[in-house]
């Protein structure tokens, strides 16, 4: 599905989920006032629970950024929902054709907005690129290329083949949010994966946006490393379990055994860091998430599945559609 739309007639919201971003919401903030599009837009900042300083810093931006509005997504004394849950929330607020989303702890390039408006005059959905260098220590750098969603979306190895890509930065068209319906909260740190996987069911395309630049920020710590990895790996993996793709025979003891072999490494990355070589803290930081990634997935084999979705009939036949 492809459309024509002249820029100036194409209104964008910028929705920007937060929950304690106060460390890093001034930067995305300012990146935003950078930003510029023909047709008219606004910023929907969405708080989900926060109890630092986010809503203050982004209160400081009253009248520095068009249409600014700050909405609540959560309802104290109730669990919150996370980031998909926001994003929906800022959605109902807005009154735009097309939405960019964003997130409070990275940087959007200057012509990000522009890049990506005018890629949603003719696509419903896209995706930005990545960098992973400017926001993160040399240490933090991914050990080969230049790391995910830098040159491309993610496809899938294992049949339907289907692109996967990061919220973090997108646009999409309201028309494909009527149609699809809104993010899963089912999945709260994949759902962006699941979007993905879904509106390709429903026939669109997910398009590869390179001129449209977010500067990602990526976890510091071991141990966040290790949680997000983890939560990225239960995530796929329950991911492939609810819309029937394979994991291949015999998962479980797969998944041990792969645990098993990433043993030795890891205790050689821990021994070098201890040595305070340089190597040592690049290394010890790329194991800790992709052995929480190992991890997540083995607890979403060992977890009931969830509710399998409608049988992909005719997947093989989608490919072409998915491709940018």
Known sequence: MTHQIPPDSLRLSVILPCYNGADTLAVQLDALERQRWPGGWDVIVVNNGSTDDSMAIAESYQGRLPGLQIVQAHVPGTARLGVPHSYNT???????????????????APDWLYELGMALTEHDFVAARLDHRKLNAEWLHPPKGEGFQSEGVFRLEAPPHYLLASGCGCGLRRELYDSV???????????DMEYCWRLQLAGYAVHFEPKALVHYRERAGLKARYRQGYNWGRDY????????APLGRLPLPRQLLTLARALPPGLWAG???????RKGQALLSEW?????WARGRLA????????????????????GKGAA
């Open 90 to 108: 800022g959605i109902k607020a807005s009154s735009s054709d097309a939405f960019a989303f964003c997130e409070a702890d990275d940087e959007v």
């Open 181 to 191: 319906g809104p993010l899963s909260t089912t999945f709260p740190i994949g759902h």
């Open 271 to 277: 021994l070098l860091w201890t040595l305070h070589l």
């Open 288 to 292: 800790m998430w992709n052995f929480g």
């Open 300 to 319: 979403a084999i060992l977890q009931t599945p969830p509710a399998l979705a409608p049988a992909l009939a005719g997947a093989d036949g989608m490919h």
């Open 237 to 244: 993996t329950r991911l492939s379990q609810r819309y029937g």
